[in-house]
């Protein structure tokens, strides 16, 4: 297992409810480790095991939820 940090920007996340839908809907996923949502940012961080998880799979259930979201540029 290895863990990797991705961060996405998610310009819909407008509210509390938002950043537990998010949050509940990645964290169940048993690959997802932890998953940081910051609303004022509105960039959320998910730790993940990316030999059974990734980038691509993180995207589409974000916007399998209504929450459509890019990948933030690393520095
Ligand atoms: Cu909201």
Known sequence: MSNKEDTFVVEDMHCNACVNTITKTLI????????????????????????????EEILSSLDMIGFPATVKKKP
């Open 28 to 55: 169940s996923n048993d690959s997802v480790s932890n998953v940081e949502a910051d609303l004022s940012s509105k960039e959320v961080t998910v730790e993940y095991d990316d030999e059974n998880f990734d980038v």
